[in-house]
């Protein structure tokens, strides 16, 4: 079998996300809270008090990874205002979370009925959709949040419109999106990584070594899966040194990836 053909078997379509993975962000799972008493008093208005409890809430997802402790405080958030977007928004991360993915869309839903324009809650929404494997459904969502003009992370929906497209098999929808998206923020990783394999699947070579050279000045650690493209890209170039770091590496931190053994396949015929 011809070397180059066999390591240049490479797909772009990927398996569905988990939820811990970094492919779609679930924005506003960070909190500052350090302590509960004294947070709730007479004086306080009801939104501050209704902040207050899912701010410990996202902290209890975020830090602590304790959905109970956190559906408890939405809870008495709902009791505050049981028509509240936000708590709405994060009931259903939480729910995601705890693997109660009915009460989960339930709540992402509700979130939208009580405010159609709450992008952020769109946003999440399209996240649960992909990770559930319902990319016609998510894109249907990110391509209303992408439209919001002012949605602060706008640069990342778009990437994350990008993967859903990817799935969906539309490669030059998926391409703008990504470009879209990193004009927007050059700080994102993800769209270079995608935008190099897409260049590469393309056979634009230049445009997928400069993405990935993009791609490596951003990361402190390559994956499996970039360290593999990096050698499809250098195969072309005949780079031989470049080629030969990249299976170093890959050899040495991802032994026991599909990416290694894919490798080892080639190199041994």
């Known amino acids: 079998m011809n070397k180059n053909n066999s390591v240049c078997r490479y797909v772009l379509a990927k398996k569905a996300v988990k939820l811990a993975s970094i492919a779609l962000v679930l924005w506003g799972l960070t909190a500052c809270v350090t302590t509960e008493s004294g947070i709730f008093s007479v004086n306080k208005s009801e939104e501050k008090a209704l902040e207050s409890r899912v701010q410990i809430a996202l902290r209890y997802l975020s830090d602590e990874k304790d959905t109970d402790m956190a559906i408890k405080h939405l809870k008495m958030a709902l009791e505050i205002d049981s028509k509240s977007p936000r708590v709405h928004e994060v009931l259903g991360i939480a729910f995601q979370q705890a693997g109660e993915l009915e009460l989960a869309e339930q709540h992402f839903q509700k979130a939208l009925k009580y405010d159609p324009n709450y992008s952020r809650g769109r946003n999440n929404y399209a996240a649960f959709l ?58 994102q990783t993800l769209p270079k990584l995608e935008l190099a394999d897409i260049c590469y699947q393309q056979g634009d070579y230049a445009s997928a070594q400069s993405y990935f050279d993009l791609y490596k000045s951003g990361v402190s650690q390559a994956s499996p899966r970039s360290l593999l493209l990096g050698i499809q890209i250098a195969t072309q170039f005949e780079d031989k040194d470049a080629i030969a770091s990249y299976s170093m590496v890959l050899k040495n931190l991802y ?3 599909k990416e290694f053994l894919e490798l080892k396949t080639w190199q041994t015929q």
């Open 130 to 187: 992909y990770a559930q494997g319902q990319y016609a459904d998510a894109k249907k969502q990110l391509e209303r949040v992408v439209k919001d003009v002012y949605y602060e992370n706008r640069a990342a929906a778009f990437s994350n419109l990008g993967l859903n497209y990817l799935k969906l098999g539309d490669i030059e929808q998926a391409k703008q999106a990504f470009v879209r998206g990193l004009s927007m923020d050059t700080s």
């Open 255 to 257: 032994p026991k990836s």
